[in-house]
T-cell receptor
Framework: EPEVTQTPSHQVTQMGQEVILRCVPISNHLYFYWYRQILGQKVEFLVSFYNNEISEKSEIFDDQFSVERPDGSNFTLKIRSTKLEDSAMYFC????????????FGPGTRLTVT | GEDVEQSLFLSVREGDSSVINCTYTDSSSTYLYWYKQEPGAGLQLLTYIFSNMDMKQDQRLTVLLNKKDKHLSLRIADTQTGDSAIYFCAERGGGATNKLIFGTGTLLAVQP
């Protein structure tokens, strides 16, 4: 069964460093998403992406964050200058259409900022 | 704003039924979901219900939706130890949004 994959599974970085989290969505999916879950808190929506553009973003997704689809398979989340409060589990998701009921999630990347 | 709430913990014995409850605030929700998260794993979509339905059954899972009270429940029949996980309720609002709003998650502990 096709699945969303994410690398790395765990990333440790120092405050102020740039990190890139990588995702490979399901191959025929067209809509891509990033969510995050700070330890002990709810899973929060960050951004959705379609046709090489951001289609929706939350207040959390400020200028420190960017997303890109650099080739036909990868979808990346970049955090330009990490802060301690960026430590969280980051989930990538994809769906075949925008209005489909199914968003499929990857296993997550645990980001630890020290 | 939109909010989704769940109780934090539920403990049941193997073979019993489990009922996990969720309330939400967005009356324009179109789809409501249940996701399962096992330790170290991602979010697995278990089932969903469209907002114009009041019940959906899928093998051991039954979803009940009370739209008037904005209450969603997930019943797991014949609960097994392998069902031990965190269960997240999520909703998607109406209009153009595709974002999911998640609850806090309910930790289901199944005792043998």
């Amino acid at each position: 069964e096709p699945e969303v994959t994410q690398t790395p599974s765990h990333q440790v970085t120092q405050m102020g460093q740039e990190v890139i989290l990588r995702c490979v969505p399901i191959s025929n999916h067209l809509y891509f998403y990033w969510y995050r879950q700070i330890l002990g808190q709810k899973v929060e929506f960050l951004v959705s992406f379609y046709n090489n553009e951001i289609s929706e973003k939350s207040e959390i997704f400020d200028d420190q964050f960017s997303v890109e689809r650099p080739d036909g398979s990868n979808f990346t989340l970049k955090i330009r200058s990490t802060k301690l409060e960026d430590s969280a589990m980051y989930f990538c998701a994809s769906s075949i259409y925008a209005r489909t009921y199914e968003q499929y999630f990857g296993p997550g990347t645990r980001l630890t900022v020290t | 704003g939109e909010d989704v709430e769940q109780s934090l913990f539920l403990s049941v014995r193997e073979g019993d039924s489990s009922v996990i409850n969720c309330t939400y605030t967005d009356s324009s929700s179109t789809y409501l979901y249940w996701y399962k998260q096992e330790p170290g794993a991602g979010l697995q979509l278990l089932t969903y219900i469209f907002s114009n339905m009041d019940m959906k059954q899928d093998q051991r899972l039954t979803v009940l939706l009370n739209k008037k009270d904005k209450h969603l429940s997930l019943r797991i029949a014949d609960t097994q130890t392998g069902d031990s996980a965190i269960y997240f309720c999520a909703e998607r609002g109406g209009g153009a949004t595709n974002k999911l709003i998640f609850g806090t998650g309910t930790l289901l502990a199944v005792q043998p």
